[in-house]
């Protein structure tokens, strides 16, 4: 981003009242040029609704103007009046985020893609689909397996969050062990540039290698290159379905040392997670789910494979060796359902222990699990806090999720600090300040700590090659 | 690229004879104050065997200087003084390229990899591999299967070329309609910039999005924007050994209507190639394989599934229902192997027609695959060619290669033009120039027609950020 561009666009917001008044009137006058009016909100109470995402932490403004356009064309419009009158845009799909990459500031336009909700094309012989970035995730997941065809990328906010969003933050999922996150499924996009000139990255086709990879710079950018106005998104045959194992172990390291046993035994699950016990008593509580209270970690794998009875008779045999106290595979897919939808449940029932809670997500080597658990064990202890630990735990991908009392001022420094000693912790273990969740606003300077100099200088520099003016959700990532 | 620095440069190469003399000589004495002699060539005879790759039609000339560095510093030297001087630097693994992406001209250094050729890191737990970018692909492969491992990328040329030659060109093979290319398996690099800085990219996790995907960014640069000096490398447990069925179509188009229907059908086979009669002959000619001579098309599917006998059956179901007049699956992986020799030897057996081919790589979605092959049988005849198409069909990307006679200028003539018909064709059916080869000289007027202004010139605008000098394989690309 260029530096001058900021120093203006933050005078330009800190600018008295009257002053500000008049520019939001200019701006807001100039999108209606090619806005309908209906796509153009500047009620404060309404546009403040638009702050922010789900993270805790993070800074956010009442932007001057929320525009919900419904083409191509009218995204083209706003960042020409954008890039005109230098105003900062970022984009919105649900808001779902978890590291306040979609907050916006006071003066700002809030760009929601949530009209722009058409998808475009589903074809099984090519097995692609086009999407406009405001599809909801599940509407596409249930439009595709109508074609026989899947979809995997599953956040936990699968049911609202939005496909535009899940390519900013290259979001992933349950899914990841066997299929991967997001980027893995983006083939080509549409982006609006930030001067509204429009581009198109990659291609339709199942291979392709014309030129440097544009599309996968844009997947994870958090719309601070372009804005995303359409997708075209790889699909796979949807699996048979998929059948689930509970184990219940003595230590978080005894369920890693089966993690780790599964994996180098070439076993290929469809979903292999953690919950700590903290987070098992977490969903009780909020859901009677009736989960073992008195495990220390429960394991859940799965298979979609043409028989996952046998292989999860494999790998509950593999749970056994590594000290597993108990281990029941589910008799039938609704069985399965209940226990991942315990999973699923945790961040809720996290956040339901204190009030608040800030969620990391460090991914580690899966080697390196079980260091990483302990760790975070002792950070808990050392700042007397309850961190209840989930885990993607065949990625190596933890979501320690720091639950404290916003009112509590020396809680809440605590929390922060905690938070910031796992990721210190997760790079120490050869791992990544975040595994699926994004940068944002909440780790930009664990960015900086983890890409060191001459990465985070050449990051900086392809944001200054496609915003110069850095009006694209600038103070984002950086 | 910079204008400025490319003048720069083409002066410096078309200077004077003596000064070009003492130009090297400067040039030569700089690199010797950080390398040994014995990986610093300026014999003409032998630097003269590293000017190209093996496409056809690109220019190329007799580089200053061949350096062979063992180490990281090393390359970080070579790039220093590069900067300085102000000379280009084309790296090069095993130059079995398709599209002079590895070409050298007058007075370049060219930076050979192949002894960095290090396996650094075999890990089953992790599934990951460490390498430096002179490992052969086959070593690779060979080594990870004796972990139970298994790296997908398979190459024609995959018993010798480069894992960084993979890299630079993000190539592909015969496992990428089950497995994807090159780009899937890349999870973090280290690369020397233009200036000898070293960078470090991505990851050795499964998961992370910490910043910009620069990792995606360098696969298939072509040694545009860096230097890969280690690369770490996703990995699969092993699949049990795959059973090859063909079958034998009165058309082309009848195997295209297979493979949409397999696809379709929800099928992941590990291969699904095609080889036309002509490519058929050839191969027989050439190893005389005894492959039927009588069809059109040979389609070959093959699955490395727990049942691959019944997954077989299924498809040859489908090859007759689409038309197939003989369907055969093999009895084991011995007769299977034999049957992808044949495919792997195409190339080779085109060659041998007419002493020389071109050989396309357009991609086009699979839906219009038939389009496609009756397209270069127009364009075969409207230029009175032959030319051979064998296809990894089940991702669209075929091979269409045009067999003629060098010393025959007309005929070289028309050869050329075919070639650019059919990447006219591929775009216009909504395919790519290249699925797998790569743009490098011979494809760069079509790479700009291919991505239309806008996205051209951002294109340009990354390589300008990273190479600022234009002292990175310039010309290449566009």
New interface residues.
């Given amino acids: 981003m260029a530096p001058g561009a900021t120093l203006r666009i933050m005078s330009r917001i800190e600018a008295p009242r009257d002053d500000a008044t008049a520019a939001t009137g200019d701006l807001v006058g100039r999108l209606l040029g090619a806005l309908p009016a209906d796509a153009v909100l500047t009620d404060p109470d309404v546009t403040a609704s638009y702050a922010h995402d789900m993270a805790s932490f993070c800074p956010a403004g009442t932007p001057a103007v929320v525009v919900l356009p419904r083409t191509v064309e009218e995204v083209q419009h706003v960042l020409r009046v954008a890039t005109e009158l230098r105003v900062p845009v970022v984009p919105q799909g649900a808001r779902t985020g978890l590291s306040g990459g979609a907050n916006a500031h006071d003066g700002w336009i809030v760009l929601s893609l949530t009209r722009m909700d058409r998808i475009l094309e589903i074809?099984?012989?090519?097995?692609?689909a086009v999407v406009e970035p405001g599809v909801v995730n599940a509407t596409l997941s249930r439009a595709v397996r109508e074609h026989?065809l899947y979809y995997p990328p599953d956040p936990s906010s699968w049911e609202t969050c939005t496909i535009g969003g899940n390519i900013g933050?290259?979001s992933?999922g349950l899914c990841?062990?066997k299929y991967g996150?997001t980027?893995?499924y983006v083939l080509g996009l549409d982006v609006v540039?930030a001067d509204g000139?429009?581009?198109?990255?990659g291609?339709?086709?199942?291979?392709?290698?014309?030129?440097?990879?544009?599309t996968?710079?844009f997947?994870?950018?958090e719309g601070s290159?372009g804005i995303v106005v359409r997708a075209v998104l790889g699909l796979?045959?949807?699996p048979p379905a998929q059948l689930v194992l509970a184990a219940e172990f003595p230590s978080a390291r005894a369920a890693c040392d089966a993690v780790?046993a599964i994996?180098?035994g070439?076993?290929?699950p469809s979903l292999l997670e953690l919950m700590d016990r903290t987070t098992v008593r977490a969903v009780n509580d909020l859901a009677r789910m009736g989960l073992p209270e008195t495990t220390e970690a429960l394991l859940l794998a799965a298979f979609d494979?043409?028989?996952p009875a046998a292989d999860l008779a494999a790998v509950g045999a593999l749970c056994e060796a590594a000290g597993a106290t108990r281990v029941v595979p589910a008799d039938d897919p609704a069985e399965s359902e209940l226990l991942l939808q315990a999973r699923r449940l945790s961040l809720t029932a996290l956040e339901a222990v204190k009030g608040t809670t800030m969620i990391d997500d460090v991914?580690?080597?899966?080697?390196r699990l079980a260091d990483l658990l302990d760790g975070v064990e002792r950070v808990a202890e050392r700042h007397r806090l309850t961190i209840g630990v989930c885990a993607?735990a065949?990625?190596?991908?933890t979501h320690p999720t720091v639950c404290f009392d916003a009112a509590d001022p020396d809680e809440s420094r605590r929390a922060r600090a905690s938070f910031d000693e796992i990721m210190a912790l997760g790079l120490e273990l050869?791992?990544?300040?975040?595994?699926?969740?994004?940068?944002g606003v909440l780790?930009k300077d664990w960015?900086a700590r983890?890409?060191?100099p001459?990465?985070l200088e050449?990051?900086r520099?392809?944001?200054?090659?496609?915003d110069p003016l850095g009006i694209l959700n600038p103070g984002k990532?950086f």
Same sequence: chains 1, 2.
């Fill in positions: 074809s099984p012989v090519d097995r692609v026989g933050t290259a992933g990841c062990v996150v980027a893995e540039l000139r429009l581009m198109s990255t291609r339709r086709t199942a291979k392709g290698v014309a030129g440097y990879d544009l996968r710079l997947v994870g950018s290159l796979r045959p949807a780790c994996m180098a070439g076993h290929v494979t043409p028989d991914c580690v080597p899966r080697s993607h065949g990625d190596g991908n050869g791992g990544t300040i975040t595994g699926e969740h994004g940068v780790k960015l983890e890409l060191g001459v990465g050449m990051q520099a392809v944001k200054q090659t496609f990532l």
